[in-house]
């Protein structure tokens, strides 16, 4: 035994120590050296779920019931499990809203609501205070079991219980700052873990070992004595498998929704990667504490303990064994689990109290200067009075239940908080109202079925017949609700507070509506882990509508469309109705469709996007930009589509206007266009011709310029009016064909209608040809003249004649015989200029070329400057080529008077004609007076001429020029000045089958 | 960690934890099992911790 100032002093030593051990590690967090910020302290800090219901209770349960005080380590162990999901999600909510407390939480979720947030705190407040009084009644047992003096307890318990509440306020109302983390509190706490766990081993090996031969030996003890049923479940146990179940269940509540728990794990929580390894340290610490719990149980019983006390055995053990050191020690580690409870829950439900119930009822108060001084005392007012309460509660209820009982009270009421707390972060449709009916209806459950049979048990509720005739109901029984027997308290307890609970919750949730706080908080939570939703998903207003358009089509051309669509749908902003806002909504995302495309409108607008606020600003950003950019491509889009058209129409135009026939045709000669002139060319209209073949459509042009394979090159054709002779509406056509560049195996074909043309070109030749008459003129009245006068002079001789003198009659004879020679002569001059003059037929006929060119030389003899011109011939037999021999000749009689009037007064001019290669080849060539180089280039063009005026037209040669080209010639000139002319006329002859 | 692997591993332990593997292992043994269990039931935990990826 020890002396009660031995034990205080000892209280008050550790008490130091730990105050040291807190200091040193804020003094070290301060010099940015934490010792706190680890996941060790973390996963240690969290084992303040051991408290002295763990250290006293779990052996006493043991040993009254069996195993299923495990229940209450194995349920956090499974739950630790979730972590991962569940309190990493818990700790970034928390972390974001600066959420300190269970109450915060849950009242931050719907809606920021403070009434929801109280009532947490109140039943947070009531269902805890059973267990802190189990603290205070473990602190008050174990200090009456060590002095030995049960009659100073209560003296004991108020001096244990102010010094407790004191260390809760130094360590965590030392200052008004709610939010921040208490890292000297949580290395205390975590010091403490370490001293009950080391504490309950060195007790459980003594007990194990010490005392017995080991865990086999008391194992087999107990198996063979009348305890054995303690080692089952279910069957002949005490302990059924639901209430196994019910028990894990709620302890993996417990875990979470305790308000120190949530103290520990959420709000010291200073990385949430600490998550990850406390998910098995805090499972192994656990274990660790629970290993020496059946042999120390079982021990006792062993022993001959009464079970009644099985709650102290782990003191009694060692001290009825005298040993002190170790009881001291097994008194220290109950003494550190209960401290490190009611420290933090009181600190907690201070913080719960002061954030939901004091200051929302002191805000009017905020402005006052001293609102920091009251709100720090009325917080250290709170600890100490949730320390006495617990005080309370163990000195009234402790009597009748055992540590493990008290403590799951609290497990109940806790697992109340499960339902809107876990919903609240996992479904967004849970409204404010739903949590309030399910909280209410819950707490109401579990005060009727736990809370009032332990008052009736304690006598505070006898007396009442009336309330006596309901509770032993057969329908209203606290311990059998609605006639359900069966079932341990427990699990009675849970299942209709939970049931209730989730009814209301639901049940209400689906028939109330959120308002608009409500919904962003919920999006906020539900939301949290994963990238942040935009609030389209759920458009509930107008003005979110609204702000969608700003937001993606920009403030001015938003306002525009968002007014035009209130007014179309004549929607007053004041009061829409939902069936409004449904067609406000489909009618915006139609609008945002149209600006910047429907699959993205449908995104923005479907529930399920999931966009982080970083990414929506970036994508509403991007959508503006291309909204931009789309506008202005349009606008440009616009003006090139404008531009080529009309570039288009140009190009039409002026390919329509033309005087030239164009027609395109693929590789098959299908006809894909085929402009205006081409129908007044062929008579054919556009709409007939596209898709022809040409080759059919234009069969009555010959010769056939596209044969099976399309050639392309220039082609003469002539197309006829009509069957037959040649007539005057014949046409001439020119024809292009080359290929279509940029078209696979497409020609362009261009028709020239010549007609006209030649018809000019005829005409000019004919005049060219009567000039050249003309010239002759004097040379051929010369030669005529000549035998004319012979003639004249004969015939004169011949009337003064007598026919019957032999001589008269000789010399006419003679006289006959020269007339008629001058006549012939006279006759071949004029056949021969007739030949020339008259107008030819256009066709060409096979001619031989010397015969043509010997009859010129004969003409041209008639120049009267021929006389003094020595005019030498050398013709090649057999030069046969298709021409017109008349235009040939002309040709011939141009280049040839050129030459004479090159030579002035006189000269030679030779002719040849020679066949080269597959061609003829005429050359005249004169020693004239040469041509200038600098107009030599210039001879062949119309109208040029070194003639004075009257003398010459310019036409000769061009006529020449063009006629050669006709034929399929050439022409072409050698000169020097001073040295005579050399002109070379080069054209195709005839072989057998035709022109080579 | 994948969420997949703590689901997975929370449902494991849950049955392993529960009726009926306490029903099959009922018995003077079956302290034995619950502790082995709730052992096997951390170091797979443990394990899975490490060598699975976040997530």
């Known amino acids: 035994m020890f002396q009660t100032y031995e034990l205080f002093l000892i209280i008050l030593g550790y008490m130091l120590l730990l105050f040291l051990v807190a200091y040193y590690a804020e003094k070290k967090e301060k010099e940015g050296a934490s010792i706190v910020s680890?996941?060790?302290?973390?996963?240690?800090?969290?084992?303040?779920?051991?408290?002295?219901?763990?250290?006293?209770?779990?052996?006493?349960?043991?040993?009254?019931?069996?195993?299923?005080?495990?229940?209450?380590?194995?349920?956090?162990?499974?739950?630790?499990?979730?972590?991962?999901?569940?309190?990493?999600?818990?700790?970034?909510?928390?972390?974001?809203?600066?959420?300190?407390?269970?109450?915060?939480?849950?009242?931050?979720?719907?809606?920021?609501?403070?009434?929801?947030?109280?009532?947490?705190?109140?039943?947070?407040?009531?269902?805890?205070?059973?267990?802190?009084?189990?603290?205070?009644?473990?602190?008050?047992?174990t200090f009456t079991i060590c002095t030995g003096h049960p009659e100073g307890g209560r003296f004991t318990g108020i001096l244990i219980t102010f010094f407790l509440g004191l260390f809760a306020i130094m360590f965590g109302a030392r200052r008004l700052d709610l939010s921040e983390r208490h890292g000297g509190l949580i290395f205390a706490i975590a010091f403490e873990s370490v001293i009950k766990l080391a504490a309950f081993l060195l007790v459980g090996a003594f007990v194990t070992y010490g005392l017995f031969n080991g865990f086999d030996d008391i194992f087999a003890r107990i198996s063979s004595s009348d305890f054995r049923t303690l080692l089952t479940v279910g069957g002949e146990s005490d302990v059924s498998h639901v209430k196994w179940f019910s028990l894990t269940l709620l302890s993996m509540m417990a875990i979470m929704f305790l308000p120190r728990q949530f103290h520990v794990s959420v709000v010291e929580n200073s990385n949430e990667n600490h998550i990850k390894k406390a998910m098995w340290l805090f499972p192994l610490y656990l274990l660790l504490m629970n290993v020496f719990v059946l042999p120390v149980a079982f021990g006792g019983l062993l022993l001959d303990i009464s079970p009644s006390v099985a709650d102290s055995y782990v003191l009694i053990l060692p001290l009825s064994h005298d040993k002190s050191l170790l009881t001291i020690i097994a008194f220290m580690g109950g003494f550190s689990a209960a401290t490190a409870m009611i420290i933090v829950e009181s600190l907690a439900l201070s913080t719960m109290v002061m954030n939901s119930l004091v200051i929302p009822a002191l805000y009017g108060l905020s402005e006052a200067r001293s609102f920091s001084f009251i709100i720090i005392n009325i917080k250290r007012l709170v600890i100490l009075a949730s320390v006495f309460s617990g005080f309370f509660f163990a000195t009234v209820f402790g009597d009748f239940y055992s540590l493990v009982d008290m403590g799951l009270k609290s497990f109940e009421a806790?697992?109340?908080?499960?339902?809107?707390?876990?919903?609240?972060?996992?479904?967004?449709?849970?409204?404010?109202?739903?949590?309030?009916?399910?909280?209410?209806?819950?707490?109401?459950?579990w005060l009727y079925t736990l809370i009032f049979p332990a008052l009736m048990r304690s006598g505070m509720l006898e007396g009442s017949p009336n309330l006596n005739a309901v509770f032993?109901?057969?329908?209203?029984?606290?311990?059998?609700?609605?006639?359900?027997?069966?079932?341990?308290?427990?699990?009675?307890?849970?299942?209709?507070?939970?049931?209730?609970?989730?009814?209301?919750?639901?049940?209400?949730?689906?028939?109330?509506?959120?308002?608009?706080?409500?919904?962003?908080?919920?999006?906020?939570?539900?939301e949290m882990l994963s990238p942040e939703r935009m609030p389209a998903g759920r458009i509930q207003s107008i003005k979110e509508i609204r702000n969608l358009m700003y937001q993606y089509m920009g403030q001015e051309e938003g306002s525009r469309a968002f007014d035009r669509l209130l007014q179309s749908r004549k929607i007053d902003h004041s009061n829409v109705s939902d069936r409004q806002l449904l067609a406000l909504r489909n009618d915006a995302r139609k609008v945002l469709s149209g600006a910047i495309g429907s699959s993205i409108a449908a995104l923005i607008m479907k529930d399920t996007i999931v966009l982080t606020r970083e990414e929506q600003r970036e994508l509403s950003d991007s959508i503006k930009n291309m909204t931009s950019s789309l506008r202005l491509s349009r606008q440009e889009l616009s003006e090139a589509n404008r531009q080529l058209a009309g570039l288009k129409e140009f190009s039409e135009r002026i390919i329509e206007s033309l005087p030239l026939g164009i027609t395109t045709i693929d590789k098959d000669g299908r006809i894909n266009y085929w402009n205006r002139y081409m129908e007044d060319l062929t008579g054919i209209r556009k709409d007939s011709a596209n898709g022809a073949d040409i080759r059919v459509l234009m069969k009555d042009i010959q010769p056939c310029f596209l044969g099976p394979d399309i050639q392309t090159g220039e082609f003469l054709c002539e197309?006829?009016?009509?069957?037959?002779?040649?007539?005057?509406?014949?046409?001439?056509?020119?024809?292009?064909?080359?290929?279509?560049?940029?078209?696979?195996?497409?020609?362009?074909?261009?028709?020239?209608?010549?007609?006209?043309?030649?018809?000019?070109?005829?005409?000019?030749?004919?005049?060219?040809?009567?000039?050249?008459?003309?010239?002759?003129?004097?040379?051929?009245?010369?030669?005529?003249?000549?035998?004319?006068?012979?003639?004249s002079s004969l015939v004169q001789e011949l009337g003064s004649l007598r026919f019957d003198r032999t001589d008269d009659a000789n010399f006419a004879r003679q006289s006959y015989k020269v007339i008629t020679g001058h006549l012939e002569r006279i006759a071949r001059i004029v056949r021969s200029l007739g030949d020339f003059a008259r107008v030819g037929s256009p066709e060409k006929t096979t001619i031989d070329l010397g015969e043509v060119i010997e009859r010129t030389i004969q003409l041209v003899k008639y120049d009267r400057k021929a006389k003094n011109i020595r005019i030498l011939s050398d013709m090649s037999e057999g030069l046969k080529i298709k021409a017109n021999p008349d235009q040939i000749q002309q040709v011939a009689l141009n280049i040839m008077l050129n030459s004479m009037d090159a030579m002035g007064d006189g000269g030679e001019l030779r002719i040849s004609a020679r066949r080269d290669g597959g061609q003829a080849e005429v050359t005249f060539s004169d020693n004239g007076a040469g041509i200038d180089p600098a107009i030599i280039d210039r001879i062949f063009d119309p109208f040029f001429t070194?003639?004075?005026?009257?003398?010459?037209?310019?036409?000769?040669?061009?006529?020449?020029?063009?006629?050669?080209?006709?034929?399929?010639?050439?022409?072409?000139?050698?000169?020097?000045?001073?040295?005579?002319?050399?002109?070379?006329?080069?054209?195709?002859?005839?072989?057998?089958?035709?022109?080579? | 960690m994948r969420r997949d692997v703590h689901v997975f591993v929370f449902v494991t332990g849950l049955l392993a934890l529960n009726w009926p593997f306490l029903k099959i292992f009922s018995g003077h043994n079956l302290p034995v099992y619950l502790?082995?269990?709730?052992?096997?039931?951390?170091?797979?935990?443990?394990?899975?911790?490490?060598?699975?990826?976040?997530?």
């Open chain 1, 946 to 996: 070194t003639k004075s005026l009257g003398k010459g037209t310019g036409l000769g040669l061009s006529i020449c020029y063009g006629i050669i080209n006709d034929h399929g010639g050439g022409i072409k000139v050698n000169s020097k000045k001073g040295d005579g002319t050399e002109f070379i006329i080069r054209l195709p002859l005839v072989s057998n089958g035709g022109i080579t």
């Open chain 1, 414 to 445: 806790v697992s109340l908080f499960a339902l809107p707390f876990l919903a609240g972060i996992y479904w967004r449709g849970g409204t404010k109202k739903g949590a309030i009916a399910g909280l209410i209806g819950g707490f109401t459950v």
């Open chain 1, 472 to 526: 032993h109901s057969n329908f209203l029984s606290p311990t059998a609700l609605f006639g359900l027997h069966g079932l341990d308290k427990w699990s009675h307890s849970l299942f209709w507070s939970m049931t209730i609970n989730c009814l209301l919750y639901f049940g209400v949730s689906l028939m109330t509506r959120q308002n608009e706080e409500e919904t962003r908080q919920a999006i906020a939570f539900v």
């Open chain 1, 38 to 141: 680890n996941p060790y302290v973390y996963s240690l800090s969290l084992a303040v779920y051991c408290t002295s219901w763990t250290f006293y209770g779990s052996v006493g349960k043991a040993a009254s019931s069996g195993l299923d005080f495990l229940t209450i380590y194995t349920g956090p162990t499974l739950m630790a499990s979730l972590w991962w999901i569940v309190l990493r999600k818990i700790v970034r909510i928390s972390k974001k809203h600066r959420i300190t407390t269970i109450s915060d939480f849950i009242g931050a979720r719907y809606g920021n609501s403070i009434s929801l947030s109280a009532l947490v705190a109140i039943i947070a407040v009531i269902g805890i205070t059973p267990y802190l009084g189990l603290q205070i009644k473990a602190i008050i047992n």
């Open chain 2, 35 to 55: 502790f082995a269990a709730w052992a096997a039931f951390i170091g797979i935990h443990a394990l899975a911790s490490f060598i699975s990826p976040d997530g």
């Open chain 1, 719 to 791: 197309r006829k009016s009509s069957p037959g002779p040649e007539s005057p509406d014949d046409q001439i056509i020119k024809i292009y064909v080359s290929p279509f560049k940029g078209y696979e195996k497409g020609y362009v074909l261009a028709f020239e209608d010549i007609t006209e043309k030649k018809r000019l070109e005829r005409e000019l030749s004919q005049t060219s040809k009567h000039a050249s008459l003309g010239r002759l003129t004097a040379g051929v009245s010369h030669e005529i003249g000549n035998p004319l006068a012979s003639i």
